[in-house]
């Protein structure tokens, strides 16, 4: 069974989608997930697959995974609207975050800064669901989303936003009550995060509050 399981897991991530069916139909489990954390419905949701989801969905895939192959947070994470849109409303939980970090889909989206319109979709769909934008990370816990050895500081997406300097996701974030004024673990708010990487005036501009001194 374990064979017939791995070759339903590589037809999935071929997209050979005659085949996942043939493999189900000899009782292959559609869930199945190999020691990387793979599974076929986190794959088609990876590459933005809707027709390899649909039928996914069909043959009894889950959708909301309490692991690091979380479909949701790494269909954000690699820019993925069409996915992170179908997720949603197949009833993925909009705010589910990693026990070990704290991160939600929105800390997966705003760390990367390849497609950018793709991105900005997913930042309003997850608002729009519901998604907590004042979400904390974990403080001192390692990360993967930046590709590299990075320790998390207890930061909201806001912050990470304020690091890129991403001004309509820093509007998105704020118009849907994301606090420019919370601090992460070592008492930094979202400016001083945008006045580490030399962010623009403009965007320091958006990220003030209470008695921060005005950016002229």
């Known amino acids: 069974m374990e064979n017939l399981n791995q070759q339903l897991l590589d037809a999935a991530v071929e997209g050979n989608l005659e085949a996942v069916k043939k493999f189900v139909s000899q009782g ?21 697959n809707i027709p390899a989801l649909e039928l ?10 309490e692991k690091s ?32 970090t704290g991160e939600n889909a929105l800390h997966y989206t705003i760390c990367k800064t390849s497609e950018p319109e793709q991105r900005t979709e997913i930042v309003k769909l997850l608002v729009n669901a519901g998604t907590d934008v004042n979400k904390k990370t974990i403080d001192g816990e390692e990360t993967l989303c930046f590709m590299r050895d990075a320790f998390l500081k207890g930061e909201t997406p806001l912050h990470r936003a304020a690091a890129y300097g991403n001004a309509e996701l820093i509007k998105i974030l704020l118009d849907a009550g994301a606090d420019p004024s919370v601090k992460d673990a070592y008492g930094d ?13 403009e965007i320091l501009k958006l990220l003030l509050y209470g008695n921060v001194p005005r950016i002229r």
């Not at 190999?34 to 076929?40: P, T, V």
């Not at 996914?56 to 995974?65: E, F, K, N, T, V």
């Not at 790494?74 to 026990?99: D, I, T, Y």
């Open 28 to 48: 292959a489990d559609i869930n199945y997930t190999e020691a990387g954390g793979n599974c076929a419905v986190f794959s088609a949701a990876w590459e933005g």
């Open 56 to 65: 996914y969905h069909s043959l009894g895939a889950l959708i909301d995974w």
């Open 69 to 100: 192959n979380n479909p949701l947070c790494n269909a954000a994470f690699n820019g993925q609207a069409a996915s992170v849109r179908w997720l949603l409303e197949k009833g993925a939980n909009p705010n589910f975050s990693f026990a070990d």
């Open 189 to 201: 708010t979202p400016i001083s995060w945008g006045s580490w990487h030399l962010r623009d005036a």
